[in-house]
């Protein structure tokens, strides 16, 4: 099938990427929000997509739904930092006067590409931060922002790549809040992560830039089940290992989201209180807090992006249906 169709939603063109098994929807004017993957063969919705009555929510807070994006990700103390002999002040949108997730929320992106061919189909967008008065006024130097959706069958690869416009360098971090739908059934999925240590934090949920250790969280190396879990939990991806997340269920079915480890050094899992409807796999570049924290780019993830350049960010979510582990020997 391979093809790209538009659709609405409250008003908003959406792009709708299918493959034959599996459809993908887009609402680049939102946020270029990827808001649903549907699996067509199993009739079931993959995200937590918003519904049409939900559209104050979604404005208010769009990172609730779907694989948003957030530039940076996580909180930030107070919102201020200082990178370069320049001093950043971001909103102070969350409790203790401090800044959550970043100021990607719900811009318009432009369509400037679609192709469909036999291996699939994807579309391109595009934004230019200069264009949003609120996001420059607390992020004074210009950025291109990119970004690349290609199906591939029963898989979503999505392909961002951020230019810095401005005369000064500046600091990168991003990250998806990503909302897996665990259909109520949390005793029927398992989640296998590579991680080695739990990020401190503080009073006000900010990393203190030190480590715990995993304690029960170690299942997550050969596979947690979500039964009775409530995490809201930052991780360390050690090295050597690959940012690889393995989200399956007792029957086989599985989702496999996997990002590229040259950036991606961090996990956020979140599931909204007990796991019951969603498990939140976030992929991060950068650690939040970053720029204030006493530790190394490399060990924070903090990228520095000179005037001029550009990075890549990848990310990838296949889906497919194999025995269950009872079944595999």
């Given amino acids: 099938m391979n093809q790209v169709t538009k659709g609405q939603w409250n008003g908003y063109d959406t792009y709708i990427l ?15 929000n990827v808001i649903g993957i549907k699996d067509t063969e199993e009739q079931r919705e993959i995200l937590r997509k918003p519904d049409e009555s939900e559209l104050a929510f979604y404005l208010q807070k769009p990172y609730h739904f779907g ?13 201020q930092f ?27 992106w432009c369509v400037s590409d679609i192709e469909e061919d036999e291996d699939g189909c994807a579309i391109s967008t595009e934004f230019l931060s200069a264009d949003d008065p609120k996001w420059i006024a ?8 990119e970004m690349t959706f290609r199906l591939q069958g029963t898989r979503l690869s999505q392909s961002l790549r951020v230019t810095n416009l401005g ?13 897996f739908l665990l259909d109520g059934e949390p005793h029927r999925w398992t989640l296998d992560v590579p991680v080695e240590g739990i990020y401190t934090l503080n009073n006000e949920l900010i990393p203190t830039g030190e480590f715990s250790p995993l304690g029960h969280l170690d299942l997550l190396n050969s596979g947690l089940n979500l039964k009775d ?10 090295e050597g290992k690959p940012a690889e997340a393995r989200l399956q269920r007792d029957d086989g079915y599985e989702i496999l989201y996997t990002a590229d480890r040259s950036y991606f050094k961090h996990w956020v899992l979140y599931t909204k209180g007990i796991a019951e409807q969603f498990l939140c796999i976030e992929p991060y570049t950068w650690l939040p807090n970053a720029p204030n924290l006493n530790l190394s780019d490399e060990e924070t993830g903090l ?11 990848d990310t990838k979510i296949s889906i497919q249906k194999s025995p269950p582990n009872s079944e595999r020997e």
């Fill in 18 to 32: 299918n493959s034959g098994r599996l459809e993908v929807t887009l609402l680049p004017r939102l946020g270029n």
């Fill in 67 to 79: 694989i948003p994006m957030l530039i940076p990700p996580g909180r930030i103390a107070k919102g």
């Fill in 82 to 108: 200082e990178y370069g002999g320049t001093s950043y002040q971001f909103d102070q949108n969350t409790a203790n006067d401090n800044h959550i997730h970043g100021l990607h929320r719900s811009q318009a």
């Fill in 138 to 145: 607390q992020f004074p130097v210009p950025l291109k922002l």
């Fill in 167 to 179: 005369s000064s360098p500046v600091p990168f971090g991003m990250g998806y809040h990503t909302w």
């Fill in 229 to 238: 879990t409530d995490l809201d939990t930052i991780l360390k991806i050690p």
């Fill in 303 to 313: 990228i520095r992006l000179e005037p001029g350049q550009c990075v890549n960010l």
